[in-house]
C-alpha cells in the first residue's frame, strides 16, 4: 500500500511511496506540482538538497537530480553560491500571471480550452513522465549517447578545481566574458552573427531571451507577429505581458511578410526561425529576409530570430543567420547549446543590438542568475579548443544518417500511412498523415503505446493544416526504428 510522505520544508509536498513508480520520477513530478501550485511563491529559496532529502527519506542523489531536471526545463533556477529558487516565470501553462494587459491569448492562457485540460491531466502527462528520458519519435533531443561525456567530465573537473582554487567570485549576470567572447567568435566565424562579446548574454534558453526582451523593450498593447504553424512558447510569452498577438503563415520560403503587413502592419515584434522554420523545417529565402527587414526598418519594428538548431543542416554550410543582414540593429538573436550538446547543460545566448546593451545589462541583473559558472567555462573550453566544432561536423554527419535510415524504413513499413519531405536539415522529419486523421488522437495513441512524436495541431494557432506529426530522428538508434515504426502503425491505426 502506498505511504503518503509530507514535510515541514516543503508544506503540501505529498510524495506517494508507490513500488510501480520509480522514486526518481516520483519525486520530480511532485516537486514540479508543488511549484506549479505557487505554494512558494517567486524569488523563495528551495530547500537544501541535503535537507530535503533527510526530511523525505530518500537519497541526496535523488533529490540533486530531480532539482536538475527541474531546472533544465525552466521550473527552478541555480545561483553561484546561493541556492536553487523559484523563477519569476514558470514555462508550464497552468502557472498563469497576471499579464499587464488582458487580451485574448492571455485569456486563453487563463482558461485552457476542455481538450487542453484533460490532456494536461491524462495522456500529456504520461509524455511529459516520459520526457525526462528522450522516447523515440521525441523530436529536439539530441543523441545523449554521442555526447563527448569523457572529454567534458575531464574538461569540467579541471575548470571547477580552477574556480575553487581562484575562490571565484560568483559569475557576472551577463555570464562569463570568457564564454561570451567565444561565443561571439564561433557564431561570427559559423553563423555569420556580426557582434562583440559586449552584445553576447548568456542564458537558459529560448524562454529566458523571450522574456528578458519583453521586460526590457515591450509595452503592453504592442503587436507581435508570430509563425503559424510556429513555436507555442513564444505566444505564450507574448500573451504574459500582455502583447497583442497575430498569427501570420508561412510557406516554403518562410514567413510570408505580405500577410503579415496585411494583418498587423504596425507591430512592434516579428518572432521567427529563418534557419529552419519551427516546426515545418523550410529556410527562409534571401528575398523573404531581405523583405522582413525592410519591414522592421520601416515600422521601427524588431525581429526575434530563434536560431534553435540552426547548425544541423546536411548539404553544403548552414544557412547564415538573418542579423548578419541586418544593417541598423533591427535584429536580436538567440540560440541554444541544448541540441549540440546537452540539454541538461541549460545554457544558450542572447545577442542584441548595441543600443540595447546597458538595458539589457542592467535588466539581467535583476531578473536571475546566470548558468553554473564552471559549466559556462567548460563550454568556452570546448569551443576555444575546437571540440565543440569537431562534434558539431560529426553530429551532421552522424544525423544525416539517421534521417536517412529513418526516412528508409517509413518508405519500407508505412507509405500508405504516412508521407515525408525530407529537407536535410535539423532533428525532425514532419510525417503527413492521411487527411481523415486527427493528429493529436493519433499523438495521444503513440503516447500511450511509448512513443513520443508531436502533433503539427500543437504548434497551429488558426486555419486548417493536414494532420502531421513531428518525428524526431536524432535521439532513435538503428535498431529501434523498425519496432517504432510497428508501433506508430499502431497508433495511427488507432487513432
Same mark, same amino acid.
Given at each position: 500500500?502506498?505511504?503518503?510522505?509530507?514535510?515541514?520544508?516543503?508544506?503540501? %509536498?505529498?510524495?506517494?511511496?508507490?513500488?510501480?513508480?520509480?522514486? +526518481?520520477?516520483?519525486?520530480?513530478?511532485? /516537486?514540479?506540482?508543488?511549484?506549479?501550485?505557487?505554494?512558494?511563491?517567486?524569488?523563495?529559496?528551495?530547500?537544501?538538497?541535503?535537507? #530535503?532529502?533527510?526530511?523525505?527519506?530518500?537519497?541526496?542523489?535523488?533529490?540533486?537530480?530531480?532539482?536538475?531536471?527541474?531546472?533544465?526545463?525552466?521550473?527552478?533556477?541555480?545561483?553561484?553560491?546561493?541556492?536553487?529558487?523559484?523563477?519569476?516565470?514558470?514555462?508550464?501553462?497552468?502557472?498563469? %500571471?497576471?499579464?499587464?494587459?488582458?487580451?485574448?491569448?492571455?485569456?486563453?492562457?487563463?482558461?485552457?480550452?476542455?481538450?487542453?485540460?484533460?490532456?494536461?491531466?491524462? @495522456?500529456?502527462?504520461?509524455?511529459?513522465?516520459?520526457?525526462?528520458?528522450?522516447?523515440?519519435? *521525441?523530436?529536439?533531443?539530441?543523441?545523449?549517447? &554521442?555526447?563527448?561525456?569523457? /572529454?567534458?567530465?575531464?574538461?569540467?573537473?579541471?575548470?571547477?578545481?580552477?574556480?575553487?582554487?581562484?575562490?571565484?567570485?560568483?559569475?557576472?549576470?551577463?555570464?562569463?566574458?570568457?564564454?561570451?567572447?567565444?561565443?561571439?567568435?564561433?557564431?561570427?566565424?559559423?553563423?555569420?552573427?556580426?557582434?562583440?562579446?559586449?552584445?553576447?548574454?548568456?542564458?537558459?534558453?529560448?524562454?529566458?531571451?523571450?522574456?528578458?526582451?519583453?521586460?526590457?523593450?515591450?509595452?503592453?498593447?504592442?503587436?507581435?507577429?508570430?509563425?503559424?504553424?510556429?513555436?507555442?512558447? &513564444?505566444?505564450?510569452?507574448?500573451?504574459?505581458?500582455?502583447?497583442?498577438?497575430?498569427?501570420?503563415?508561412?510557406?516554403? $520560403?518562410?514567413?510570408?511578410?505580405?500577410?503579415?503587413?496585411?494583418r498587423d502592419d504596425h507591430a512592434r515584434f516579428a518572432y521567427v526561425t529563418p534557419a529552419r522554420q519551427a516546426p515545418l523545417g523550410?529556410?527562409?529565402?534571401?528575398?523573404?529576409? /531581405?523583405?522582413?527587414?525592410?519591414?522592421?526598418?520601416? =515600422?521601427? &519594428?524588431?525581429?526575434?530570430?530563434?536560431?534553435?538548431?540552426?547548425?544541423?543542416?546536411?548539404?553544403?554550410?548552414?544557412?547564415?543567420?538573418?542579423?548578419?543582414?541586418?544593417?541598423?540593429?533591427?535584429?536580436?538573436?538567440?540560440?541554444?547549446?541544448?541540441? @549540440?550538446? %546537452?540539454?541538461?547543460?541549460?545554457?544558450?545566448?542572447l545577442v542584441v543590438p548595441r543600443r540595447y546593451v546597458n538595458v539589457m545589462s542592467k535588466l539581467i541583473d535583476l531578473a536571475g542568475?546566470?548558468?553554473?559558472?564552471?559549466?559556462?567555462?567548460?563550454?568556452?573550453? #570546448?569551443?576555444?579548443?575546437?571540440?565543440?566544432?569537431? *562534434?558539431?561536423?560529426?553530429?551532421?554527419?552522424?544525423?544525416?544518417?539517421?534521417?536517412?535510415?529513418?526516412?528508409? *524504413?517509413?518508405?519500407?513499413?508505412?507509405?500508405?500511412?504516412?508521407?515525408? $519531405?525530407? /529537407?536535410?536539415? +535539423?532533428?525532425? #522529419?514532419?510525417?503527413?498523415?492521411?487527411?481523415?486523421?486527427?493528429?493529436?488522437?493519433?499523438?495521444?495513441n503513440a503516447w500511450r503505446l511509448g512513443l513520443l512524436p508531436r502533433p503539427l495541431s500543437d504548434f497551429a494557432v488558426e486555419g486548417?493544416?493536414?494532420?502531421? %506529426?513531428?518525428?524526431?530522428?536524432?535521439?532513435?538508434?538503428?535498431?529501434?526504428?523498425?519496432?517504432?515504426?510497428?508501433? #506508430? =502503425?499502431? &497508433?495511427?491505426?488507432?487513432?
Amino acid at each position: 500500500m502506498a505511504r503518503q510522505s509530507s514535510g515541514a520544508l516543503l508544506p503540501g %509536498l505529498n510524495l506517494s511511496r508507490d513500488s510501480r513508480t520509480p522514486i +526518481g520520477r516520483e519525486l520530480f513530478q511532485a /516537486l514540479r506540482e508543488f511549484v506549479i501550485s505557487g505554494c512558494i511563491k517567486p524569488g523563495m529559496r528551495m530547500p537544501a538538497t541535503r535537507n #530535503l532529502a533527510t526530511e523525505l527519506g530518500v537519497s541526496r542523489t535523488t533529490v540533486a537530480q530531480a532539482y536538475e531536471q527541474l531546472k533544465s526545463e525552466g521550473y527552478l533556477i541555480g545561483r553561484e553560491k546561493s541556492g536553487t529558487f523559484i523563477p519569476a516565470v514558470l514555462p508550464d501553462a497552468r502557472q498563469v %500571471l497576471v499579464p499587464r494587459q488582458s487580451s485574448d491569448s492571455a485569456a486563453e492562457m487563463a482558461a485552457p480550452p476542455p481538450t487542453l485540460a484533460r490532456r494536461m491531466e491524462g @495522456t500529456a502527462a504520461v509524455r511529459a513522465e516520459r520526457g525526462m528520458i528522450a522516447q523515440p519519435f *521525441h523530436p529536439g533531443i539530441p543523441d545523449i549517447a &554521442a555526447f563527448p561525456a569523457k /572529454l567534458y567530465v575531464r574538461i569540467q573537473r579541471r575548470v571547477s578545481l580552477d574556480v575553487i582554487r581562484r575562490g571565484a567570485a560568483r559569475c557576472p549576470a551577463e555570464g562569463t566574458p570568457v564564454l561570451r567572447e567565444q561565443v561571439a567568435a564561433y557564431l561570427g566565424a559559423s553563423r555569420g552573427v556580426i557582434c562583440d562579446p559586449s552584445q553576447v548574454f548568456i542564458i537558459s534558453g529560448a524562454h529566458q531571451a523571450l522574456h528578458l526582451i519583453m521586460l526590457g523593450l515591450s509595452n503592453p498593447g504592442d503587436g507581435a507577429w508570430t509563425e503559424n504553424p510556429g513555436y507555442p512558447g &513564444a505566444r505564450k510569452s507574448f500573451a504574459l505581458f500582455g502583447l497583442r498577438t497575430t498569427a501570420v503563415p508561412v510557406d516554403a $520560403e518562410g514567413l510570408m511578410v505580405a500577410e503579415g503587413r496585411r494583418r498587423d502592419d504596425h507591430a512592434r515584434f516579428a518572432y521567427v526561425t529563418p534557419a529552419r522554420q519551427a516546426p515545418l523545417g523550410h529556410t527562409m529565402s534571401l528575398s523573404r529576409r /531581405l523583405e522582413l527587414l525592410r519591414w522592421a526598418h520601416e =515600422r521601427d &519594428a524588431l525581429v526575434l530570430e530563434d536560431d534553435y538548431d540552426g547548425e544541423y543542416r546536411f548539404g553544403g554550410a548552414p544557412a547564415p543567420s538573418l542579423q548578419g543582414l541586418d544593417p541598423d540593429g533591427r535584429v536580436l538573436y538567440f540560440g541554444t547549446f541544448s541540441k @549540440t550538446l %546537452l540539454p541538461s547543460l541549460g545554457v544558450g545566448y542572447l545577442v542584441v543590438p548595441r543600443r540595447y546593451v546597458n538595458v539589457m545589462s542592467k535588466l539581467i541583473d535583476l531578473a536571475g542568475r546566470p548558468p553554473n559558472l564552471a559549466t559556462q567555462l567548460s563550454i568556452a573550453h #570546448l569551443i576555444e579548443s575546437g571540440a565543440f566544432e569537431s *562534434h558539431v561536423r560529426a553530429m551532421r554527419t552522424h544525423y544525416r544518417r539517421r534521417q536517412d535510415a529513418l526516412q528508409h *524504413h517509413l518508405r519500407e513499413s508505412l507509405q500508405d500511412l504516412v508521407r515525408t $519531405e525530407v /529537407l536535410n536539415a +535539423g532533428l525532425h #522529419l514532419i510525417g503527413w498523415l492521411p487527411p481523415h486523421l486527427d493528429d493529436r488522437r493519433v499523438a495521444e495513441n503513440a503516447w500511450r503505446l511509448g512513443l513520443l512524436p508531436r502533433p503539427l495541431s500543437d504548434f497551429a494557432v488558426e486555419g486548417q493544416f493536414p494532420p502531421a %506529426l513531428m518525428l524526431g530522428f536524432s535521439n532513435l538508434p538503428d535498431e529501434r526504428i523498425p519496432e517504432a515504426i510497428q508501433t #506508430l =502503425r499502431q &497508433a495511427i491505426v488507432e487513432g
